[in-house]
């Protein structure tokens, strides 16, 4: 049997036990969580987070890059469309693991993780790759330091173990205090 056939009856068994058509397109806790798309760290399972209650983002790394920015940017346009700004009381959570595999990138494929970075491939040792607690110490720098995150948006960073499976604080959660508002 192909997998797809599984993920066929998974969801039909989802569909009659699991599904809530009342779910908005907004996250009721108003919570944006970016992430590694390492399947050993899917947030939902790591924080045990309820059907609707964060926006998940998963990259390479769970890491600050131009991609991020933009998908960033047009969550807020589309949070404006459905009728709440992105800004005072909202969260953004970064959220890298150790054993990530972009470090096999760093090692062995520097010019394809410079491009998905958005810097130059000399640049990369200052982006703090092999050591997540201070790439989380960086990428929430980066996103406080960023004018185009609206006034008011709690920015934290987390480091889940994958050997533990708990979560440290890097980076506890404060406001940005400029941008749009």
């Known amino acids: 049997?192909?997998?797809?056939?599984?993920?066929?009856?998974?969801?039909?068994?989802?569909?009659?036990?699991?599904?809530?058509?009342?779910?908005?397109?907004l996250p009721s806790r108003r919570t944006m969580i970016v992430g590694c798309v390492d399947p050993r760290v899917d947030p939902m399972d790591v924080l045990q987070l309820e059907p609707g209650e964060a926006a998940v983002i998963r990259n390479v790394g769970g890491r600050v890059n131009p991609a991020l920015l933009e998908t960033l940017a047009?969550?807020?346009?589309?949070?404006?469309?459905?009728?709440?700004?992105?800004?005072?009381?909202?969260?953004?959570?970064?959220?890298?693991?150790?054993?990530?595999?972009i470090a096999g990138c760093y090692h062995h494929a520097p010019k394809l993780l410079a491009k998905h970075m958005g810097v130059a491939e000399d640049q990369l040792d200052a982006l703090a790759?092999?050591?997540?607690?201070?790439?989380?110490?960086?990428?929430?720098?980066?996103?406080?330091?960023?004018?185009n995150l609206p006034a008011g948006v709690n920015v934290s960073?987390?480091?889940?173990?994958?050997?533990?499976?708990?979560?440290?604080?890097?980076?506890?959660?404060?406001?940005?205090?400029?941008?749009q508002q």
């Open 157 to 179: 960073g987390l480091v889940y173990d994958v050997e533990t499976g708990r979560v440290t604080t890097v980076v506890a959660p404060a406001e940005t205090d400029h941008g």
């Open 1 to 25: 049997m192909y997998f797809h056939e599984t993920l066929i009856q998974r969801n039909a068994d989802f569909a009659e036990t699991g599904f809530s058509a009342g779910l908005t397109m």
């Open 129 to 147: 790759i092999t050591d997540p607690y201070q790439a989380v110490a960086l990428d929430v720098a980066a996103l406080k330091a960023n004018p």
């Open 74 to 101: 047009i969550l807020g346009t589309v949070s404006r469309a459905a009728g709440a700004q992105v800004g005072a009381g909202w969260n953004l959570v970064l959220l890298q693991h150790t054993d990530c595999g």
